[in-house]
Every structure is written in structure tokens, then in C-alpha cells.
């Protein structure tokens, strides 16, 4: 190579090196204009109002708040948008993800006809997912009357994985630590809660794997707690508009990059066909969403709202304080992880036993703990990542001295679709069988060591479509629900922050009881063990072999996680 060549490579090495290092450098804006703004204050005589004012007295209702149980994906999907629709004050969303697709695009458009409508919208999303495609969301903070703030963001650009992975330099304990609560409310009146994100692997619309999945769609005074927790994130220092993160100029260059990948990846799509490239300013199979995406999700209609079978009953609102991640992760810094407890709509008694389970605990996780020391029959639950810590296994153990009943649905290491968590699962997996409690494992298709590492959206998951457990869901003694973001394990007891919705309800905890029960007879692998062996009996009527290795799991995928498992601590899995 000529020497003034080489020296060309030198410089331009050094040049990217340099670039590289300030890019890792980047800090976060220290003057920030961030007006304080709450949720509605009297949501009377607002259509949402009135209609839910119509609904109680025709049912003659004993108790203010009323709930619907949201199982399946188009009652999911379709609360959502009716509750866009219905909506003339105020619509307040908090999630930890938006993805950039089919589903949420028909959500995008609903919210940007709300604003132009006059209704205000706020949004406030964590910042892991906001890179690459699902950028694109970001572009609603430049809509008029649509507010967007990032919660625990990182600075630096959000073109790339890779610029995430440098602006990460630096800051991993803080980039563990997560934003997980859902929130979608509407003149805070009626509002969804639960473990559903907003994407097409939410709403059975994914093309490789779809989540199972529970919601609740909230309506009464129980909702104005709901909103209260939604404006201490909101005004928190730890929540930055995006325009203090992202110009608009940025974002018109992520919004090209975009549309450049699904050009290239639409190309390769139809060399493979052996088709012709579709004219530039044509449509572009393979590009984005699909059409056949695009429909299902278009086809998906808004909820009746005045023929919803609402239960009314009296409830309770557990919520981790934004404080329990810190404002800052350097040295010095402090957590204030104190429980928020909603004022109860319960009779006294039930209020009063849940008013010690709230001076007791720190956070939801451990709220659920003091929960569980309560429980005198029977547990029901459904925790998708299962990674039970020390207090966790000690709050069973007392449950099974007392004779309860514990009965847990989680994922299989194939329905897993992060399998590394599996291993903090498995690890502990002989212990609690041998303690008594029941272990459940959903079904799904075969996974492969493609996606060891797993992705919390679906878009990752590699193989053909399968099911995947989403849920967080637990069912004590028949006679109080509970359904939020929260899973039973280390990392949502002392890293994210969680909401949970406590419903003391007989008739939702049968319905709730039931469609758990059933998914671990017809869909799930029963564990147990058999002289020491671990043992999965096959779903009922399935027609599958019982096993004694992890059914539908690659050997390659079980070799890697036996080899790096032992690497993995609970509290990061």
C-alpha cells in the first residue's frame, strides 16, 4: 500500500475513533423546559362521563368503578381505539414499548385524528425500544396538541442498535433499570391496564410469534389513581420531551434511513421472487408492514363501550414511585422506591388489611408478596418471566406450610421469547416442585439457538409462528384479581417500575380462574418430579409423548443455555 495512502487510512481511523468516543460521550440535556401539565381534573360531562354514569345506575350498581376483562386480542385492540374515538379531553398513554408497525400504526392515526379533534394527548415511553424502525414513533412529539417525553433516556443518536450500544458506554446499571408500566387512558374516565405493550406481536397480528396476553379496561374513580400515577412520571425529572433529545432535522434522517432499508429489503424480496422491482413511489412488498398486516389490523373494530359487561367492584391500585430509578447513576445516587397505594373503593375491613400490606412493602413486587402471606387456599398465577428471588421463595414456602394451594403458569423454554431468562427459572425449578408448588409450561412451536438472546417485541423471534406467555396475572383464594405489568421476578421487584390493578371481585376471579385453568390443561406442559427427574406431561388432548427433556427445544439451544447459564445472575435475567 503507498504511503500516503495508509496515512489516509490512519487519519480517517483516527477520525472515526474520535467520533465513536464523543458519541459515547454524549450527555443529556441539563436545561430542560419541561412544563408541568395533569390529568383532567373533572371528567364530568364528558361523553365518557355520561356513558359510564348510564351504564352504573342501569346496573344498579354497588360499587363506583367498574371492569372488563380483556383476554383476547380484538377486545384489546378494540378498547384501544374506542377509547381514541370516544375521547374529548384528554388521552394519557405510558408504556415501555411502541413499535413502529401494522397495529400501532392504526392506533397513530386515531391519535393524531384526536388531536386534531381538539383532545390533548400526552405519551410517555421508555426509552430501550426507541432505535432503528421503532424510532418512527417519535415523530409524534412534532404533531400539534401531542405531547412525548422519554423516560431514563440515553443521549445520542437513536439511528442504530450500534449508536445505543456506544451511548450505553458508561451507563449499563442504568440502562437495566426500565420504565415497565402500562398505562392507556381516556378523560380520566376509562383507561387499560396490564402486560400488553403496543405492537403487532400484542394484538395476534406478528408474522412469526405472537404473545398471550391480559388486560383490563378500567372505568370510574379508579381510573382517577390510574391518572395520578401517570402525572408523577410525567413531571419527574426523569422524563424528557423529545425535542430535547431528537430534533426534528434528526428525526427526518431516521425517517429516510427507514424508508431506504424497506426499499433494499423490498428489492432483495422480489430478486428472490424472481419479480420486477415495483416503480419508485409503488407500494413495496416485504417493506414494513405487510398488506395483509395492514388489514388485519385495519379490520379490527372500536369496542362497543355501551354493551360492554362491565363488573363492578371495589379496587385497589399498587404503583411503583418513578423514584425507584434513579435521576442519576453516578456515584451518590439514590432510590426512593416507596409503593404508591390508590385510596381504596373497598369496605372497611378489606381496606384496612390492604393498608398493612402497603406500610409493609416497597414496591408492587413485594406488595404482591404481602399479598401472598395472606392467601389462605389457593394461588393462581401466570408470570411470564419466572425468576423467583429469596423473599419470593421464602412468601411460597410459608403459603404451603399453611396448606395454599400454588399453582404457576410461565413459559416453556420454547414459548420463552427471551430463553436466557429461562435459566434463572430453571435453576429453581426442582426446589419449588419440591416445595409443593405446581408448575405449568405453555406450548409452543420449536425454538432454535437463532434466538437465545430473545426480543420483547416479537419483531426477533426467529422459526414459525408460535405462542409466547405475556400475561401477569394472580388469582387468590377465588376472590381477588389481580392483573398488571409486573412479573414475578428480580428484575421487576428491584429494577423496573410496575402498576398493578387489585380487584376484589368473586365473578372476575372465577372468569380470570377459568381461563387460566383451562390453558394449563388443553395448552401447557404439566412439570413434575418423578425420583428426582424432571418429568413434562403433555397437554391434554394434544396428542404429544410425555418428556423428560425440555419439549420443543433445539439440543443446541439446551446446550447453550447449560453453558452460559451459570454466568447469568437472577437479578439481570
Not at 404451603?400 to 427459572?425: C, E, F, K, Q, W
Not at 398488571?484 to 402498576?499: A, F, K, V
Request: hydrophobic share 40%; charged share 20%.
Amino acid at each position: 500500500m503507498p504511503s500516503s495512502s495508509f496515512h489516509a487510512l490512519v487519519r480517517r481511523s483516527i477520525a472515526l475513533l474520535a467520533l465513536l468516543v464523543l458519541g459515547a460521550c454524549a450527555q443529556l440535556p441539563k436545561e430542560v423546559d419541561r412544563p408541568v401539565s395533569t390529568a383532567l381534573t373533572s371528567p364530568d360531562g364528558t361523553a365518557l362521563a355520561t356513558l359510564l354514569r348510564e351504564r352504573r345506575n342501569a346496573d344498579k350498581a354497588r360499587f363506583d368503578s367498574g371492569f372488563l376483562l380483556l383476554g383476547g386480542p380484538q377486545a384489546a385492540y378494540g378498547s384501544r381505539l374506542a377509547l381514541i374515538e370516544n375521547a374529548q379531553k384528554t388521552l394519557d398513554l405510558q408504556y415501555y414499548a411502541i413499535h413502529a408497525d401494522a397495529s400501532t400504526g392504526r392506533l397513530v392515526r386515531g391519535l393524531r385524528a384526536a388531536a386534531e379533534r381538539g383532545v390533548r394527548v400526552r405519551i410517555l415511553l421508555d426509552d430501550f425500544h426507541t432505535i432503528g424502525r421503532d424510532a418512527l414513533v417519535l415523530g409524534l412529539a412534532f404533531i400539534p396538541n401531542i405531547e412525548m417525553r422519554l423516560f431514563n433516556p440515553l443521549a445520542g443518536s437513536r439511528g442504530t442498535g450500534f449508536n445505543r450500544m456506544l451511548n450505553a458506554i458508561g451507563e449499563v446499571s442504568r440502562i437495566q433499570q426500565r420504565m415497565h408500566n402500562k398505562l392507556f387512558l381516556a378523560d380520566n374516565v376509562m383507561g387499560v391496564t396490564g402486560g400488553r405493550n403496543l405492537g403487532d406481536a400484542y394484538f395476534g397480528n406478528a408474522t412469526t410469534g405472537n404473545f398471550v396476553d391480559v388486560d383490563v379496561l378500567a372505568a370510574g374513580p379508579i381510573v382517577q389513581d390510574l391518572s395520578r400515577s401517570f402525572d408523577s412520571y410525567w413531571n419527574n425529572e426523569r422524563a424528557y420531551p423529545v425535542q430535547s433529545l431528537v430534533s426534528r432535522e434528526e428525526f427526518q434522517r431516521i425517517r429516510d434511513r427507514a424508508r431506504r432499508i424497506d426499499q433494499e429489503l423490498s428489492d432483495e424480496a422480489a430478486e428472490a421472487r424472481n419479480q420486477p422491482k415495483p416503480p419508485d413511489g409503488e407500494p413495496r412488498p416485504g417493506a414494513g408492514p405487510t398488506a395483509e398486516q395492514r388489514a388485519r389490523a385495519w379490520d379490527e373494530k372500536p369496542l362497543d363501550l355501551r354493551s360492554a359487561a362491565f363488573v363492578w367492584a371495589p379496587a385497589l391500585m399498587l404503583a411503583d414511585a418513578p423514584g425507584k430509578i434513579p435521576a442519576d447513576s453516578g456515584p451518590g445516587a439514590t432510590r426512593n422506591p416507596d409503593l404508591v397505594v390508590s385510596r381504596p373503593d373497598m369496605p372497611s375491613r378489606n381496606a384496612a388489611a390492604l393498608a398493612d400490606l402497603a406500610s409493609s412493602a416497597d414496591t408492587v413486587v413485594e406488595g404482591l408478596l404481602q399479598l401472598i402471606g395472606q392467601a389462605r387456599t389457593d394461588l393462581l398465577i401466570i408470570s411470564p418471566y419466572f425468576v423467583p428471588g429469596p423473599d419470593m421463595q421464602q412468601a411460597f414456602a410459608a403459603a404451603r406450610a399453611r396448606g395454599v394451594r400454588i399453582r404457576v403458569l410461565t413459559n416453556s423454554l420454547a414459548s420463552n421469547d427471551a430463553p436466557i431468562a429461562h435459566v434463572g427459572y430453571a435453576r429453581h425449578r426442582k426446589a419449588l416442585l419440591a416445595a409443593g408448588v405446581e408448575l405449568y409450561e405453555l406450548r409452543s412451536e420449536q425454538a432454535s439457538f437463532g434466538n437465545v438472546f430473545g426480543s420483547s417485541g416479537g419483531s426477533g423471534v426467529s422459526g414459525e409462528s408460535r405462542a409466547m406467555l405475556h400475561s401477569k396475572v394472580l388469582v387468590m383464594d377465588g376472590r381477588l384479581l389481580v392483573v398488571g405489568s409486573m412479573n414475578l421476578d428480580l428484575r421487576s421487584q428491584l429494577q423496573n417500575t410496575e402498576i398493578a390493578l387489585l380487584i376484589r371481585s368473586g365473578e372476575l376471579s372465577r372468569m380470570a380462574a377459568e381461563q387460566i385453568e383451562r390453558g394449563m390443561r388443553e395448552r401447557a406442559w404439566h412439570v413434575e418430579l418423578a425420583q428426582g427427574t424432571l418429568v413434562w406431561h403433555a397437554p391434554e388432548g394434544s396428542g404429544l409423548q410425555d418428556t423428560d427433556t425440555e419439549p420443543d427445544a433445539s439440543a443446541t439451544l439446551r446446550f447453550l443455555l447449560r453453558l452460559f447459564g451459570p454466568l447469568a445472575p437472577d437479578q439481570l435475567l
